[in-house]
């Protein structure tokens, strides 16, 4: 059973770990040391989630459903635009201390969780990686070694998260320059905007 767990495990993080939306974000506020066990936690439940919502065979409906893609194209775009404004904000303005006042503002305790949710649960990236992609993986494993698969999926999940919120750290002594910080909100915002273009004018 090794072998179908680390079958799980590397199919979830060769999707997870694709610079994406949801990553982007984690080292972000991984680099701030803003709410980063939040960050990390709400990410990997989220994805859990997900995937146990793939394995239990809702991929298809959901990729059939003109419905509920379109809701989440215009929901997951907006939400994109939005977030990606802010970084190209913080990159436009700048931050003269570097490290120490970086990003525009520094999010609450509840804004953080609703950020994290939302690079979550309105990325629709996110449900084709997760719910459609691993579960029709997940879906050609004989029955009984299915909640093996599973288990390695969330761990690669759990596994990445965690060294993506917390390794960012080892970079800090780049983000003690504020350039750097101008060209990490400028990736942020172009990744985002790039995603939400792709959803909306798809």
């Known amino acids: ?20 939306a949801q ?28 995937i146990l919502l793939g394995m239990a065979g809702v991929g298809p409906w959901l990729s059939s459903s003109a419905t509920a893609m ?40 509840r804004q953080a ?18 719910v459609v992609l691993i579960g029709a993986v997940g879906a050609t494993q004989l ?10 999926a969330i761990a690669a999940s759990f596994s990445w998260f965690v060294l993506l919120g917390y390794g960012a750290r080892l970079m800090a002594p780049l983000f003690r320059r504020p350039v750097a910080w101008r060209v990490l909100d400028s990736i942020v915002a172009l990744t985002l905007w790039s995603i939400a273009a792709s959803l909306l004018l798809r």
């Open 1 to 20: 059973m090794s072998g179908v767990f680390f079958s799980g495990f590397g199919v979830a993080a060769g999707l997870i770990m694709a610079i994406g």
């Open 23 to 50: 990553n982007a974000h984690v080292l972000r506020q991984g680099l701030r040391r803003e709410h980063v066990l939040l960050t990390v936690a709400v990410s990997a439940i989220c994805d859990a989630g997900l």
């Open 70 to 109: 379109a809701a989440a194209k215009i929901g997951g775009g907006v939400f994109l635009l939005w977030y990606g404004a802010r970084a190209a904000r913080s990159a436009w303005v700048g931050h003269a201390q570097g490290m120490d006042t970086a990003g525009s503002q520094a999010l609450s305790r």
């Open 113 to 130: 969780l609703a950020a994290a949710a939302g690079f979550s649960l309105l990325n629709p990236h996110a449900y084709l990686d997760t």
């Open 143 to 152: 029955e009984a070694a299915r909640p093996v698969f599973t288990a390695g």
